[in-house]
């Protein structure tokens, strides 16, 4: 199935944009957790959201999942690690899937994260964001993982499993899965190294270990790795007032577009590139 739009994002700006393709019968694929924004949800007090005056972030962030679950919007709670642009449409890689819409629209929230040295050179050369995806290339060798949340510690032992020696990284607090083959890395990943391939790691530290592959395991990907070409501004996707990236049929909305980081400005851009998308897809048909 082609959809319509893909959605990448479940925050106040992809909540916005879904809203208003279903109100226009648009068919979406919309990626993001199911909790919504976690951002929002964390907000002590919002006093400039219209209508809401001194709302908790917890209490909009329920009036958001409330909306949605009533107007019968369906998230899908898979990380996309990959977009290929492909003529008038897009192919979108989540986890182990294939899925390919029309247009797209980034709603991915600030991207803090920066991708540690030679990551970026070695994308599909033994590095890897989707376990489940390439798990299988490591059977019997010797693998490094970066773990950025508890929700991918199965991940991990999906990984050890299947390599002979895993290394790993700890992006947050815990003890993480105590595994014969595992070993954790007295400091965080600092570099990835290697010539036509992945050959060895690097920690902050200094301390080196040989891999035959390197998994990072995060919350989100770069923008600049999940989309080849996009044109960036730092941290940001730039856009014009249509909310156009430089991408043809690829729109963004929302704190990754810059500041200000409000949730009134993140909805209002998600309602402008869904009415510019909607355009998009109107020229498309005539075509």
């Given amino acids: 199935m082609t959809y319509d739009v893909c ?24 990626f993001g957790s199911k909790d919504m924004s976690l951002k929002v949800e964390k907000s002590e007090k919002i006093a400039n959201y219209p209508g809401l005056p001194y709302v908790s972030g917890k209490e909009l962030n329920e009036k958001f999942l409330a909306q949605a679950d009533e107007m019968g919007l369906e998230i899908t709670d898979k990380l996309v690690t990959n977009i290929s642009p492909m003529g008038n449409s897009f192919m979108i890689l989540a986890d182990n899937e294939v899925f390919e819409a029309k247009a797209l629209l980034l709603a991915t929230g600030a991207f803090t994260a920066k991708p540690i040295p030679g990551e970026e050179e070695f994308i599909g050369r033994g590095v890897s964001y989707c376990a489940t995806c390439d798990g299988f290339l490591y059977k019997g060798k010797t693998i490094a993982v970066h773990c ?135 020229e498309l048909d005539k075509k």
């Fill in 7 to 30: 959605i990448i994002g479940t925050g106040p700006a992809g909540l916005s944009a879904a809203i208003n393709f279903k109100l226009h019968n648009k068919s979406v694929i919309w």
């Fill in 148 to 282: 950025g949340s508890e929700k991918y510690e199965h991940e991990v032992e999906y990984l050890a499993e299947i390599a002979d020696k895993v290394y790993l990284s700890m992006g947050y607090k815990g003890n993480g899965p105590e595994l014969a083959n595992v070993e954790k890395l007295a400091s965080p990943l600092g570099k990835v190294s290697g010539e036509m391939k992945v050959t060895s790691i690097e920690t902050v530290k200094g301390e080196t270990r040989d891999v035959d592959g390197v998994f990072m395991l995060r919350n989100a990907v770069a923008p600049t790795m999940l989309l080849g070409g996009l044109e960036m501004d730092g941290p940001h996707m730039v856009v014009d007032r249509e909310m156009k990236t430089n991408v043809k049929g690829c729109y963004a909305a929302g704190d990754c577009t810059g500041r200000p980081y409000q949730i009134t400005k993140a909805v209002g851009e998600g309602n402008v590139a869904a009415h510019s998308i909607i355009d998009y897809l109107s």
